[in-house]
């Protein structure tokens, strides 16, 4: 009953630092620093899609949130739940196609600028960030009962940290602004032209975002070779 005990507070505190990191992202003054410069908004996304969502999934709400809800919505939602095509948009191979497919379209200059001037596509590209995420992270998590897959989970985070880490190198390494609504703002707050203000959100988004999802997948490595290995013999 204790270790049960400790496992649910422990649990409980990853969320509530998981809710707290998403929402110094969204609702502080970072988010307001983020509309005149696109390094502040990168560390804001960064935020988002690494921290946040990791420490969220981690907290294993579901159980939780769903004993909390009377018994008629319970069996409502079962059936929802239940569907297989969780299981596929869980598995680590689809859920690394989406959340690098957010990565990339996301920043794409059309859509980027698009996102800046309309608060309706910049929900919409925020609520991509979080729910691919959120996805992401929990296809991530070690499955003891599932030979095999953190291997696969450590190699999916690798190839996260190359499309990330690309993305970012593009802009870190490019000497012309790729979003004009940032461009046409001149100078930011914190003393960066537009082009400076790009490659040091770019080398943001390479560098510590890249070593996050490294530092996640030797984790996960680490727990892949700690499992004792089943040895057939023949007679």
Known sequence: VGRGRQRLDGDAWRFLVGWLILAGALVSPLHEAGEVSFTMHMIEHEL???????????GRPGPVLMWGLTPPVRQAIAPIVRLGVWRSLGSPLVATVLQGAAMVVWHMPALFDRALRSEGWHVAQHLSFIVTALLFWWAMLPRRQTPGSNFVSAICLFVTSMIGGGVGALMALDASPWYREYAALGMTPFGLSPAEDQ????????????????????????????QPQKVSTTA
């Open 48 to 58: 988002i899609m690494l921290p946040a969502a990791l420490l969220l999934v981690l």
């Open 199 to 226: 490659q040091l959100a770019g080398l943001i988004m390479w560098v510590p975002g890249g070593l996050f999802h490294l530092a996640a997948a030797l984790v996960l490595l680490a727990a892949a070779l700690r």
